[in-house]
């Protein structure tokens, strides 16, 4: 069965410092791949999505993302964080264009002041 | 643009009780879904549809039914609550590539 692992429950990191959230996922097909950002008691919105073509994936607020197929991998990046970027991030993918998102856990970033 | 609406935002209800949480919404999308979020889990699908006419279950359907008699409207019927379902829940409307969230509804049963 497909599945989405994000590594981390939560990240505390400076404000200003750079951050990295992890995402695997397994899966031996094609693969849409996603990161969804939820702010306290707000709903869901993309971050950036990787479809085809450039593994390097620029999305909202400075984040960014590499695919790794190999490493069946799809980690976030931020150069450097800021106490709005406190929130909740969701990796997630589709299989095969069908729609249905497979999610991970979550992972909380907590920007320390 | 209102994309995704949903209502109500938050809702108590007692054990054995019975609701609908309306789901609405205005880009002509085929496939829209419902999800519960809960700490430590993720989304959880519980029912999604395909179309109008068509529903089919998710990961986590038991005690939830849908319906979907317009392209529009996609409500989820809690047939009688149980503390087990007091969560936070999600409708998406749904492109290939792209999901579109409403911004939830908090339920609690007690």
Known sequence: ????????????VFEEAPVELRCNYSSSVSVYLFWYVQYPNQGLQL?????????LVKGINGFEAEF?????????????????????????VIRDSNYQLIWGAGTKLIIKP | NAGVTQTPKFQVLKTGQSMTLQCAQDMNHEYMSWYRQDPGMGLRLIHYSVGAGITDQGEVPNGYNVSRSTTEDFPLRLLSAAPSQTSVYFCASSTETEAFFGQGTRLTVV
Not at chain 1, 1 to 12: M, N
């Open chain 1, 1 to 12: 069965a497909q599945s989405v692992t994000q590594l981390d429950s939560q990240v505390p």
């Open chain 1, 47 to 55: 971050l950036l999505k990787y479809l085809s073509g450039s593994t």
């Open chain 1, 68 to 92: 790794n197929k190999s490493q069946t991998s799809f980690h976030l990046r931020k150069p450097s964080v800021h106490i709005s970027d406190t929130a909740e991030y969701f990796c997630a």
